[in-house]
């Protein structure tokens, strides 16, 4: 590989982890991602540092927590003196960005990136200069010249596609399956084809709504479930026993509801249905990231390309009778991580790590300085076997005040209750709120969380010394939520 290698950096949106075979999916057709796997280092447990949309993608492109950036929550912008790995990259990289921002306005260049090809754009009403209002997602005119009238601004792709009826091609990963190999098969002749490329290439999908053209791919009846599936969290917090009768009750995502997203999850056959979809998208962006990868191998760059996948948070799919994200659950907060660097052998990676060491590790890749007031660490002593993960804390939080609507006043005020989780080194993990019911799990012997420990006299010191490891962290990040004393 030489100095400057290309990076490609595939980002999807609500994707879980055990939506590969290399996580113990053992009959998803993710064929591409399999092969993918084959050649990576892969990061047996990563997590996001909060599991809702905006504030864990400002971690990834910027290498700081959730109270670094200042987005808490969604609907935030990134402010102009946030640096994104981007800004931060060597001057010889050449810098481009398709797909979800969700950073602000979707559809005008920012932060660095020397191209920028849009799909969203139901934010520019909110956070576009007033000159850039005509401005459209470039998605929008893609759907234009294939006969299909794009949403209005004031819609959400996520209330709209459900009812568009769109083929594989025409949703937002078919498009991003045309764009980013034209990207790729173009970069030898270009301008600036002396210089290595970041990409990112930023998947909506297999974000909801629990719909696609693949639908049927998966046979809902006989579709694997675990032991969470459809499991009343009784012993954990309140927010989450809210929201899973909240859901099994019937309930569905509002902004979903509007655009025809319905499913009845008062049955079995209703859940497993909206599962089984929701697997079929992530097969849907798995037939796209074969094009992108087909791109490098065409043009003879697939071996001078490191490539990262991972998703900026996971989905609950039904398990703790639950939907979507905003939860420290496992099926929320954590999600795949592969690594493909030619010249490094494939492995495993056990251990924890978080996505806030991305930035530090993908400078490093490119022969960059690590800035001191990034917040995360390069993993590259990981990935090159001088170091592991066995001593490694990660973090995760919530902050949702503020947010939308999630179904009823109750659920409301409880996720406005902030959360801090530290999953230990030894695969403890300890969820602490000054509002609500506190959790601790111990992964290895109950992986599906299932059995709350918290209130477990024999747990005291280790909820101690977990307690104690997380407000060294706060005081670290300058984090200033107030925690119970435990």
């Given at each position: 590989?030489?100095?400057?290698?290309?990076?490609?950096?595939?980002?999807?949106?609500?994707?879980?982890?055990?939506?590969?075979?290399?996580?113990?999916?053992?009959?998803?057709?993710?064929?591409?991602?399999?092969?993918?796997?084959?050649?990576?280092?892969?990061?047996?447990?990563?997590?996001?540092?909060?599991?809702?949309?905006?504030?864990?993608?400002?971690?990834?492109?910027?290498?700081?927590?959730?109270?670094?950036?200042?987005?808490?929550?969604?609907?935030?912008?990134?402010?102009?003196?946030?640096?994104?790995?981007?800004?931060?990259?060597?001057?010889?990289?050449?810098?481009?960005?398709?797909?979800?921002?969700?950073?602000?306005?979707?559809?005008?260049?920012?932060?660095?990136?020397?191209?920028?090809?849009?799909?969203?754009?139901?934010?520019?009403?909110?956070?576009?200069?007033?000159?850039?209002?005509?401005?459209?997602?470039?998605?929008?005119?893609?759907?234009?010249?294939?006969?299909?009238?794009?949403?209005?601004?004031?819609?959400?792709?996520?209330?709209?596609?459900?009812?568009?009826?769109?083929?594989?091609?025409?949703?937002?990963?078919?498009?991003?399956?045309?764009?980013?190999?034209?990207?790729?098969?173009?970069?030898?002749?270009?301008?600036?084809?002396?210089?290595?490329?970041?990409?990112?290439?930023?998947?909506?999908?297999?974000?909801?709504?629990?719909?696609?053209?693949?639908?049927?791919?998966?046979?809902?009846?006989?579709?694997?479930?675990?032991?969470?599936?459809?499991?009343?969290?009784?012993?954990?917090?309140?927010?989450?026993?809210?929201?899973?009768?909240?859901?099994?009750?019937?309930?569905?995502?509002?902004?979903?509801?509007?655009?025809?997203?319905?499913?009845?999850?008062?049955?079995?056959?209703?859940?497993?249905?909206?599962?089984?979809?929701?697997?079929?998208?992530?097969?849907?962006?798995?037939?796209?990231?074969?094009?992108?990868?087909?791109?490098?191998?065409?043009?003879?760059?697939?071996?001078?390309?490191?490539?990262?996948?991972?998703?900026?948070?996971?989905?609950?799919?039904?398990?703790?009778?639950?939907?979507?994200?905003?939860?420290?659950?496992?099926?929320?907060?954590?999600?795949?991580?592969?690594?493909?660097?030619?010249?490094?052998?494939?492995?495993?990676?056990?251990?924890?790590?978080?996505?806030?060491?991305?930035?530090?590790?993908?400078?490093?890749?490119?022969?960059?300085?690590?800035?001191?007031?990034?917040?995360?660490?390069?993993?590259?002593?990981?990935?090159?076997?001088?170091?592991?993960?066995?001593?490694?804390?990660?973090?995760?939080?919530?902050?949702?005040?503020?947010?939308?609507?999630?179904?009823s006043p109750a659920i409301n005020r409880m996720v406005s209750v902030p959360w801090r989780?530290?999953?230990?080194?030894?695969?403890?993990?300890?969820?602490?709120?000054?509002?609500?019911?506190?959790?601790?799990?111990?992964?290895?012997?109950?992986?599906?969380?299932?059995?709350?420990?918290?209130?477990?006299?024999?747990?005291?010191?280790?909820?101690?010394?977990?307690?104690?490891?997380?407000?060294?962290?706060?005081?670290?990040?300058?984090?200033?939520?107030?925690?119970?004393?435990?």
């Amino acid at each position: 590989m030489a100095d400057r290698p290309n990076i490609l950096f595939i980002l999807t949106d609500q994707q879980r982890q055990d939506t590969m075979a290399c996580y113990g999916n053992d009959w998803i057709q993710t064929p591409t991602l399999n092969a993918l796997a084959e050649e990576s280092v892969i990061f047996e447990n990563a997590y996001v540092s909060q599991p809702v949309c905006t504030p864990s993608r400002a971690t990834i492109m910027t290498g700081l927590y959730p109270q670094a950036t200042g987005l808490h929550r969604n609907n935030i912008p990134l402010s102009r003196d946030a640096q994104t790995i981007a800004e931060l990259a060597p001057d010889d990289y050449y810098c481009a960005h398709m797909g979800k921002w969700h950073l602000g306005d979707d559809s005008i260049p920012q932060h660095g990136f020397d191209k920028w090809i849009s799909i969203e754009d139901f934010h520019r009403p909110r956070f576009t200069k007033r000159e850039y209002r005509s401005v459209e997602a470039d998605y929008n005119k893609y759907l234009r010249e294939n006969g299909v009238e794009p949403p209005p601004p004031t819609l959400s792709y996520e209330s709209w596609a459900a009812g568009a009826n769109l083929p594989e091609r025409l949703t937002q990963a078919g498009f991003l399956g045309e764009v980013a190999p034209e990207f790729i098969r173009g970069y030898p002749e270009s301008d600036f084809s002396n210089r290595p490329f970041l990409a990112f290439v930023n998947f909506f999908e297999p974000h909801p709504p629990y719909t696609g053209p693949l639908n049927g791919l998966y046979d809902p009846a006989t579709l694997p479930v675990g032991p969470g599936f459809m499991n009343r969290p009784d012993s954990g917090s309140l927010v989450n026993r809210l929201r899973a009768d909240h859901y099994m009750g019937g309930g569905l995502n509002p902004l979903g509801v509007a655009g025809g997203d319905v499913h009845d999850t008062t049955t079995e056959a209703g859940w497993r249905k909206l599962r089984a979809q929701y697997f079929d998208n992530v097969t849907l962006v798995d037939n796209q990231i074969a094009k992108i990868i087909g791109a490098l191998k065409e043009t003879g760059q697939y071996d001078n390309t490191i490539i990262i996948f991972t998703s900026e948070h996971g989905e609950m799919a039904g398990d703790h009778g639950m939907l979507e994200k905003r939860s420290l659950y496992e099926e929320a907060a954590r999600v795949p991580l592969l690594m493909k660097l030619s010249g490094v052998d494939s492995k495993r990676v056990p251990g924890s790590v978080g996505l806030v060491d991305m930035v530090p590790t993908m400078l490093e890749m490119m022969g960059a300085e690590v800035p001191e007031h990034l917040q995360g660490k390069s993993l590259m002593p990981v990935i090159d076997g001088a170091s592991d993960l066995d001593d490694n804390d990660v973090f995760v939080q919530w902050n949702g005040m503020g947010d939308r609507n999630l179904g009823s006043p109750a659920i409301n005020r409880m996720v406005s209750v902030p959360w801090r989780s530290v999953i230990a080194g030894d695969r403890w993990k300890l969820n602490l709120s000054p509002g609500d019911q506190c959790e601790l799990y111990d992964l290895n012997t109950d992986p599906h969380e299932l059995t709350n420990l918290f209130d477990q006299p024999e747990h005291r010191d280790r909820i101690r010394q977990m307690a104690a490891r997380l407000r060294l962290w706060q005081a670290e990040v300058n984090d200033d939520v107030a925690l119970p004393a435990v």
